[in-house]
């Protein structure tokens, strides 16, 4: 260990988004951080797409200027043939991002460097010691050992999962390879908005394309396995054809497109059993992998970092905490893969009925904790009442108890009262809300009362929030 390195306070293994914004928002905090990365290979970097609702998590991370500064090529939507042969174009509201990743990850290490993290780049992380004082990372830099110590360890290291990986549960009927074949077009793509991702399933996988300029488009084949025969050269490239021979769409988006390169990654999908202890956590990809369909793998790993983040912040700062903390995290990160689970697996359904393969029937019946709230039908009921109704009294139920629970406050966990079971629902603050209903008689006016009181909500969550309230016996009501 340098002597520099006595007092730091968490390491980060992997300069990815998730590395980059953790590293970026504990500096920012206070905290001394290094990050270890290796240097990405850019031949291999994947182009992808970012809903418009990344800007929020990019915006709390304090990189959105950044990233709309960079001429990141902008996307007004998608359009798919998701288990059916028409064209079903999405628009969005505002306008999302299509990202060569080298680029984007490029600028997030830059920012994380320029907040003062420590980055470490040409690095290989090897073993890492997680003991009850602190932890101990063994690592190679442009090939020579070192090694660091420090308090924490973030582990980023994505799909490598440096410490990640003893924990690993790998989802088994989504085991799946992408081959990615990058294209090159000077005339243009035939889509009614060439700016769009698009999307198709076929019988035994599914494909997607996403441009990263006017010209250049990378289009992947979502595959049954770990890996194909071949992982380069002429091989791969046939496997890659042969896919892509299979599709409608995407034969006629590349039809005149010229082939530059083939690669293939590992795409299958996986959690992880712990996610956090007092001395490390696991963020973005390294915690849990969800399926490239839903285009939230990157939007994921930033909110997964920022949790990450305020959950290091608070076990640096209070060590009497940790283990509300970690309780609170790994909760967390459970939830958000349940949640994507789910709707892998509803997509899957829709696909199964189309295509009859096992590919599809695997993931159609692929096994997930049923979704508590919103789908139940007495809270149907009850927001099917509250929407109808003109006016309405609220009152908190005579026999409500409270009880402790974790809340974040400015950047740190910390224990609130909270109603049993149910604290937050879609960052909506059940118990604020609760006492904010009582004090008007119609819905428009909570809402407008609870977004000054508290910060702007969607109004669905806000009327959700309400109905899980009144579901649970919290709020009594009298239309
Ligand atoms: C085929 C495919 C398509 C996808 N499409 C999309 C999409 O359209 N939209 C989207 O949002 N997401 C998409 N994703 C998901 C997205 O790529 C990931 O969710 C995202 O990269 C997670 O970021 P991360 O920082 O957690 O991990 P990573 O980006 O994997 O970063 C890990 C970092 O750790 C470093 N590292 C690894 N091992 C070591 C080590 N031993 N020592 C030091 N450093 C190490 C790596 O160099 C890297 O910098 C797709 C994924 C795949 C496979």
């Given at each position: 260990m340098s002597a520099a390195d006595a007092n730091i306070d968490a390491v980060v293994i992997g300069g990815g988004p998730a590395g980059s914004a953790a590293a970026r928002l504990l500096t920012t905090w206070g905290h001394d951080v290094v990050v270890l990365t290796t240097t990405p290979d850019r031949s291999r970097g994947l182009a992808e797409s970012l809903p418009p609702s990344t800007q929020r998590v990019l915006a709390e991370v304090g990189v959105l200027d950044a990233v709309d500064g960079a001429g990141f090529y902008r996307s007004t939507g998608n359009t798919s043939c998701w288990a059916s042969r028409e064209r079903r174009v999405e628009t969005f509201g505002s306008l999302g991002y299509q990202i060569f990743r080298p680029d984007f990850d490029r600028l997030l290490l830059d920012r994380a460097a320029a907040a003062g993290a420590d980055v470490r780049e040409g690095t290989r992380v090897g073993a890492v010691r997680v003991a009850d004082d602190g932890v101990r990372v063994d690592y190679t830099l442009n090939g020579r050992p070192s090694s660091t110590s420090a308090q924490l360890v973030i582990d980023c290291?994505?799909?490598?999962?440096?410490?990640a990986r003893r924990m690993r549960k790998y989802e088994p009927s989504y085991r799946t390879y992408a081959i990615v074949g990058v294209w090159r077009s000077d005339d243009g793509w035939e889509l009614s908005d060439e700016t769009h991702t698009v999307v198709e399933t076929f019988e035994h996988g599914w494909a997607w394309s996403v441009p990263v300029d006017r010209s250049t488009r990378h289009v992947g084949a979502m595959v049954d396995g770990?890996?194909?025969?071949?992982?380069?050269g002429r091989e791969l490239e046939a496997a890659y054809r042969g896919e892509i021979a299979k599709t409608v769409e995407m034969r006629r988006l590349l039809a005149g497109a010229g082939l530059l390169r083939v690669f293939a990654c590992d795409a299958s999908l996986y959690s992880s059993r712990?996610?956090?202890?007092p001395r490390f956590l696991l963020a973005g990809d390294a915690a849990s992998f969800i399926d490239p369909l839903s285009s939230f793998g990157v939007k994921k790993a930033l909110a997964s970092a920022w949790m990450a983040a305020v959950t290091a912040h608070t076990c640096l700062l209070h060590p009497d905490r940790r283990p509300v903390a970690v309780d609170f995290f790994s909760n967390w990160e459970r939830q958000v893969y349940a949640a994507s689970l789910r709707h892998s697996r509803d997509f899957a359904r829709q696909a199964s009925e189309r295509h009859p393969h096992p590919f599809w029937a695997a993931r159609a019946g692929v096994d997930v904790p049923p979704q508590d709230d919103m789908d139940a039908p007495d809270v149907r009921a009850a927001f099917e009442r509250i929407k109808g109704a003109s006016s309405i009294a609220f009152r908190l139920a005579d026999d409500v108890r409270l009880e402790k629970a974790a809340v974040i406050r400015d950047h740190e966990i910390v224990v609130e009262d909270a109603f049993p079971g149910i604290r937050f629902f879609e960052n909506v603050d059940l118990v604020k809300l609760a006492h904010i209903a009582c004090?008007?008689?119609r819905v428009p006016d909570v809402f407008d009362a609870y977004c000054r009181a508290q910060s702007p909500a969607p109004l669905p969550s806000v009327i959700a929030g309400l109905c899980l309230l009144v579901t649970k016996g919290i709020l009594q009501t009298r239309a």
């Open positions: 290291s994505g799909r490598a999962g440096v410490v770990t890996s194909p025969r071949a992982a380069t712990a996610y956090a202890g004090q008007h008689t």
